[in-house]
């Protein structure tokens, strides 16, 4: 029996994959990778790597993916999402209510370097910052007190943030999420071969590195957007 629901909503180049797979260590909890991707290359026409390849093996409507997550039972009384926010688009949110959510957060600068690398030309809407932020508002709106987590400082103190977090959802913090087998997981949405080369190396989360490199021109409007948006929610966070 299903007795809590997390979703995380993420934004791409988060370490993201990672916190799923620290989730996926814990014997009591059942994680599912992106199930609204589909539906969102579907909806959005966005041209991301393997394209053809989700929407040919997802089910492409989100309303039902959305009541699945809230209402089926996966075997293990927790359930963690990895969901990506920009993914939440053109869906009723009520859904929301049901689930504990979370809301993992990155410095633009970093993300946008790391994310050039599969989407070369990246808007606003890739980055999903200004959708978490609307989904905080909403959630806040709604009585809820979503987790904000930034991934540099779980990467630089991972049990620290990881004891608040489930401190944060009622549940035990387990040693066993710091660490994991490097190698793919049965659970990795069908697009891990374009994203998850780094990830399937690691044994944990791997120690926090800034980039050095700057952030090409015609991409600085996009920066100074993305950080408007950071700086809020990062003020909210642990």
């Known amino acids: 029996m299903t007795e809590k629901r997390i979703?995380?909503?993420?934004?791409?180049?988060?370490?993201?994959?990672?916190?799923?797979?620290?989730?996926?260590?814990?014997?009591?909890?059942?994680?599912?990778?992106?199930p609204l991707y589909g539906h969102y290359l579907k909806v959005s026409g966005a041209q991301h790597p393997g394209r053809d390849d989700v929407i040919n093996n997802m089910e492409l409507n989100g309303e039902k993916v959305l009541l699945n997550l809230c209402q089926l039972d996966y075997k293990k009384p927790i359930l963690f999402i990895k969901n990506m926010a920009h993914h939440l688009v053109n869906l009723d949110m009520s859904y929301l209510?049901?689930?504990?959510?979370?809301?993992?957060?990155?410095?633009?600068?970093?993300m946008i370097l790391s994310m050039i690398k599969q989407i070369p030309h990246p808007v606003l809407r890739d980055t999903g910052l200004k959708r978490q932020w609307e989904l905080y508002n909403h959630l806040k709106d709604k009585g809820q007190n979503p987790i904000i987590i930034d991934s540099k400082k779980l990467l630089l103190d991972p049990k620290v943030i990881l004891t608040k977090v489930c401190l944060a959802l009622d549940i035990p913090y387990l040693e066993e999420m710091t660490s994991w087998q490097a190698a793919p997981r049965p659970e990795d949405g069908i697009w891990a071969k374009h994203w998850y080369h780094s990830v399937h190396k690691s044994t944990g989360f791997q120690k926090y590195q800034p980039k050095d490199e700057k952030v090409p021109g015609h991409l600085h409007e996009l920066w100074e957007q993305c950080d408007f948006?950071?700086?809020l929610l990062y003020s909210h966070g642990f």
């Open 229 to 231: 948006y950071y700086q």
């Open 7 to 34: 979703s995380l909503w993420s934004g791409p180049r988060n370490v993201s994959t990672a916190l799923m797979y620290s989730f996926a260590q814990r014997p009591d909890t059942t994680v599912l990778d992106e």
């Open 97 to 110: 209510k049901g689930l504990h959510n979370l809301l993992l957060i990155r410095d633009p600068k970093e």
